[in-house]
C-alpha cells in the first residue's frame, strides 16, 4: 500500500509499537516509563537503536525532545516536540511520516510516559482543571469554567440541538467497558450498565464519573520506518496511508459549533489523501477523555450523519466482538488507561488490531479475516485540535 498523505517518495509504516506498565504503577518516574516503552517498541520491531535518527517526544521536561532523547542515549538528526494535547502523537506521526518520504529521517520514534496517577496520589500534583489562565484564557477560568465543563457544555448544546439522550452517551462508557473486559492489560474490566453510568456521582452536568475518563499511570511508543527497512523487522508493517490535522479555537467564545469537532477537518483530510473512505475501515480509535468525544467524533469522520451519533452508539455497534464499527477496542481512556495525552495508545492499539495481536478483543473484517483499514483519531484541549491517521495492512 502507497502512503497517500507524505510529500516525497518512501512509504511509511509503523514497524514497532509497545506499551510500558500501565495503570497503577506507583515505582517508575515518567522517564523511566518512556525508556520501557521504547525499548519495548524497538524489541517488536526487532531493529536497535541506533537505527533511530528522529524523535518526537511532548509532555515532559522543560525541552521534551532533548531531555527525553539523551535520558534514552538517543541522538537524533530529526526531532519533533509539537504539543497540542490528546492529538500530540497523530499529529507527530503526521510530520514523521512526511519526514521519512522526504529522506529527512529513516525511522522516527515517538514516545510518551507519564505518571499522572501515581503523582495525585503522592501529592506531587493535583487534578488538572485548567491548562493556564493567560492568553484567551484569562477569559474563562477565573469564572470557573474547567476544563471539563468545557465538554459537558459542548455535549449539553448537541442534546439541545438534535435530541441525543443521556442514556445513548451512557452507552459509549458501557461498550468501552465490555471492550476493556476483554484486554487483560485495562485496568477496569467489570461490566457496567447504562444505569450504573447513570447513578455515579455528577462530576459536571451531564458526566458522571463513569462518562469521564479514568486517571492512570503508563506510556506508549511507536516506531515508524522507511518502506526499505520492513524487510528487516521481526514484524509486518502497518503502513501510514493518509493523514490530516486542524487546530480550531483557543477559547469557548471562539468555538464556531460546539456540535462540531476539529476531527471534521482532520478525517476528512486524511481519508482523502489515503484513498479510501469511512464506511471502508474495520475499526476506529478514537480520544475518549469523555463519552461526548466519541460520539461526536464519530459524526465527525464521516461514519454518521451530524446529530445522528446518539442513534449510531446504540445497539453495540462499538464492541470489538461483533460490533459494526468497533470503537476503542482496548477500552479506551474510559476503561482501559488514561495517563494524559493518550493519543499515542490509539496508534498502538490500531497497530496490534492490524496486526492481529490483539487477542480476545482482535477485530474481524467483513470477510471474517484480519482487518485491513483502520483509523486513528486524537482530540487536543477542549476540542481545539485534531489529528487523524488512516493506517493498512498489505
Known amino acids: 500500500m502507497a502512503s497517500g498523505s507524505v510529500s516525497g517518495n518512501r512509504n511509511v509504516a509503523v514497524v514497532g509499537a509497545a506499551l510500558s506498565d500501565c495503570g497503577r504503577v506507583d515505582d517508575a518516574t515518567p522517564y ?22 528522529g524523535f518526537a517526544s511532548a509532555g515532559l521536561g522543560m525541552l521534551a525532545p532533548v531531555e527525553v532523547a539523551d535520558y534514552l542515549g538517543l541522538r537524533p538528526t530529526w526531532v519533533d516536540s509539537t504539543s497540542v494535547g490528546g492529538s500530540t502523537w497523530e499529529v507527530m506521526a503526521a510530520h514523521a511520516a512526511d519526514a521519512i518520504a522526504a529522506g529527512h529521517a529513516n525511522a522516527v520514534l515517538l514516545v510518551y510516559g507519564s505518571t499522572a496517577r501515581a503523582d495525585v496520589r503522592a501529592g506531587r500534583r493535583t487534578g488538572t482543571l485548567s491548562f493556564g ?12 469554567h474547567t476544563l471539563i465543563a468545557k465538554y459537558a457544555m459542548a455535549a449539553r448544546r448537541h442534546m439541545l440541538q438534535y435530541g441525543t439522550t443521556v442514556e445513548q452517551l451512557a452507552e459509549v462508557a458501557v461498550q468501552a467497558r465490555a471492550n476493556a473486559g476483554l484486554n487483560p492489560e485495562a485496568m477496569f474490566r467489570d461490566p457496567v450498565t447504562v444505569d450504573d453510568v447513570l447513578s455515579g456521582p455528577m462530576i459536571a452536568d451531564p458526566f458522571t464519573r463513569l462518562h469521564c475518563c479514568l486517571r492512570s499511570d503508563g506510556g506508549a511508543a511507536v516506531l515508524l520506518a522507511a518502506e526499505e527497512y520492513v524487510r528487516d523487522c521481526r514484524t509486518s508493517p502497518v503502513w501510514i496511508l493518509g493523514t490530516g490535522e486542524h487546530v480550531s479555537h483557543a477559547s469557548m467564545s471562539e468555538w464556531d459549533d460546539f456540535t462540531v469537532s476539529p476531527a471534521a477537518v482532520s478525517g476528512r483530510l486524511a481519508f482523502a489523501r489515503a484513498g479510501v473512505r469511512p464506511e471502508e475501515m474495520d475499526f476506529a480509535q478514537i480520544y475518549d477523555a469523555f463519552t461526548y468525544m466519541t460520539l461526536v467524533t464519530l459524526e465527525d469522520l464521516g461514519f454518521c450523519g451530524k446529530g445522528e451519533g446518539g ?10 466482538a ?73
Open 133 to 144: 489562565a493567560r492568553g484567551p484564557l484569562q477569559f474563562e477560568v477565573p469564572y470557573g
Open 322 to 394: 461483533g460490533g459494526e464499527l468497533p470503537v476503542n477496542t482496548d477500552g479506551g481512556g474510559l476503561s482501559a488507561q488514561h495517563p494524559g495525552m493518550r493519543g499515542l495508545f490509539l496508534l498502538v492499539e490500531a497497530v496490534r488490531q492490524l496486526r492481529g495481536e490483539a487477542g480476545a478483543r482482535q477485530v474481524r473484517g467483513r470477510d471474517g479475516e484480519l482487518p485491513r483499514l483502520g483509523v486513528a483519531s486524537g482530540t487536543g484541549g477542549w476540542f481545539c485540535s485534531s489529528g487523524t491517521v488512516v493506517l493498512g495492512r498489505e
Open 32 to 53: 523511566a516509563l518512556h525508556a520501557q516503552a521504547a525499548r519495548r517498541a524497538l524489541a517488536d520491531a526487532g531493529l536497535g537503536r541506533d537505527l533511530v535518527d
Open 311 to 320: 442513534a449510531f452508539v446504540e445497539k453495540g455497534r462499538l464492541r470489538a
